[in-house]
């Protein structure tokens, strides 16, 4: 599911909707795609009052809903995922304070920034679930375990130990949890 991002488009949408049901504090309609997208899709369009006029947007769903409602209803559900998501990500990979003054350096920034995500992620889930750092977000993460000072012992191309300094907090459940991702458990 996907909200489009024309206005123009919705307007247009919204002339074609024979239909409008009412959902809370808004108007649900649909309407036949006005693209051909390869696969079955399902066009929603909201009408809403601000400042005394309608205004319109529109959604794309592949989810075969029973009703525009429901529909609406798993759009506005998934909403604050998202944002928690972004703003963890934000915070914990430090995105608000760097910039690339060239086109390409912020592309190629960006893409290091969700390899970056992708690897914490895998982190988390094959090394913390399970263990007291669970609760911790990309933030702390980085901040609190990533950051400790240690080395990582290897003979034969294979993690032998993990030594970590051991006056930091964390630090002999991190080796567990380090030695546990290391080994690919």
Same mark, same amino acid.
């Given at each position: 599911?996907?909200?489009?991002?024309?206005?123009?488009?919705?307007?247009?949408?919204?002339?074609?909707?024979?239909?409008?049901?009412?959902?809370?504090?808004?108007?649900?309609?649909?309407?036949?795609?006005?693209?051909?997208?390869?696969?079955?899709?399902?066009?929603?369009?909201?009408? %809403?009052? !601000?400042?005394?006029?309608?205004?319109?947007?529109? @959604? /794309?769903?592949?989810?075969? #809903?029973?009703?525009?409602? =429901?529909?609406?209803?798993?759009?506005?559900?998934?909403?604050?995922?998202?944002?928690?998501?972004?703003?963890?990500?934000?915070?914990?990979?430090?995105?608000?304070? %760097?910039? !690339?003054?060239?086109?390409?350096?912020?592309?190629? @920034? /960006?893409?290091?920034?969700? #390899?970056?995500?992708?690897? =914490?992620?895998?982190?988390?889930?094959?090394?913390?679930?399970?263990?007291?750092?669970?609760?911790?977000?990309?933030?702390?993460?980085?901040?609190?375990?990533?950051?400790?000072?240690?080395?990582?012992?290897?003979?034969?191309?294979?993690? /032998?130990?993990?030594?970590? #300094?051991?006056?930091?907090?964390?630090?002999?459940?991190?080796?567990?949890?380090?030695?546990?991702?290391?080994?690919?458990?």
């Amino acid at each position: 599911m996907a909200k489009g991002i024309s206005n123009r488009r919705a307007e247009a949408l919204a002339k074609q909707v024979t239909r409008w049901d009412a959902y809370e504090d808004v108007w649900l309609g649909e309407v036949e795609p006005p693209i051909d997208y390869g696969r079955a899709v399902r066009v929603f369009v909201k009408r %809403r009052l !601000k400042d005394g006029a309608f205004v319109h947007s529109y @959604y /794309i769903s592949t989810l075969a #809903l029973p009703s525009k409602g =429901l529909f609406m209803a798993q759009y506005d559900a998934r909403g604050g995922a998202e944002v928690e998501q972004f703003r963890s990500d934000k915070s914990g990979l430090n995105l608000e304070a %760097r910039r !690339k003054h060239s086109f390409l350096g912020q592309k190629g @920034y /960006i893409l290091l920034t969700d #390899l970056a995500h992708n690897l =914490l992620s895998d982190f988390y889930f094959r090394a913390l679930v399970g263990t007291q750092f669970e609760g911790f977000g990309p933030k702390r993460i980085v901040r609190d375990l990533l950051k400790m000072p240690g080395r990582l012992i290897f003979a034969d191309g294979r993690l /032998i130990r993990v030594e970590l #300094l051991s006056l930091k907090q964390f630090s002999g459940d991190l080796a567990i949890c380090l030695e546990r991702y290391c080994s690919g458990g």
